[in-house]
């Protein structure tokens, strides 16, 4: 499902002293089955662009493709229920928009609320709590019942259960501890893994180097580079003049590097693959 925006701008507050221009004139497209991570400082315009792609937010000018699904300034789009169903939204902290006396109740209610009638909808969210590993024996429980963790994978569960082909994230790790982290991120590998679009807005650049295929960076309300993650961070330019601190595992590399051992950047995603690289390095030796 790729998504294009051609001479996109937004501003808040427009024709009042608040105005603020969040967007300035984007030309990006984001792949089909791609995970792309959108990074830049607070402010940038990461998560504005992001709440434009199932029509949150309407842009104030310029055009975005989703698919198909035409969204145009000034005008009305007829099928935007639709896309809403096509494109997942999970902002930071969902686990505090669930509301259903049940775990169940509450994954069933996305379905429900499109149109799918009872028996599709129990097994729709079945489907998706199974998925996202939340045991059967908690399905018939107050969602405020469990840990902060099951919470948001419940609440996640609720928007795969529409079986999205774009799915956004907003900050998805935030609040959560470094295994929590990683097991919500493996999750959403998963889910990526099955064909879906994954885009995520981050701050972390050690998720965006593990599990993402290209990155945009913002700044100042625009696109500055479009890329693969490695790409990136070989640039120290940007890295730089975005004020953004590059993966650990990465600055470890270079410093590697740097003392003539033999590793290849394009090769590091992580501690472990980084590991490797220099065992292999030393059996050169």
Known sequence: MPISFTNVFYTYSPKSPLAFAALKDIN???????????????????????????????????T???NGFILEAGKKNKKIKELRKNVGLVFQFPEYQLFEETVLKDVMFGPKNFGVNEKEAREAAIDALSKVYIDKSLWDKSPFELSGGQRRRVAIAGIIALHPQVLILDEPTAGLDPQGAKEIMDLFKMIHSSGTTVIMVTHDMNNVLEYCSNVIVMKDGRAVKVSTPIELFKDDETIASIGL??????????????????????EVKNEASLALLIKKGREVL
Do not use: C, W, Y
């Open 245 to 266: 601190e590059e993966p650990m595992v990465i600055s470890f590399a270079k410093k590697l590097i740097k003392k003539e051992i033999n590793i290849s950047l394009d």
């Open 28 to 62: 990006v497209t984001i792949e089909d089955h791609s995970f792309t991570a959108l990074i830049g400082q607070t402010g940038s315009g990461k998560s504005t662009l992001v709440q434009h792609i199932n029509g949150l937010l309407r842009q104030s000018e310029g």
């Open 64 to 66: 975005i493709d989703v």
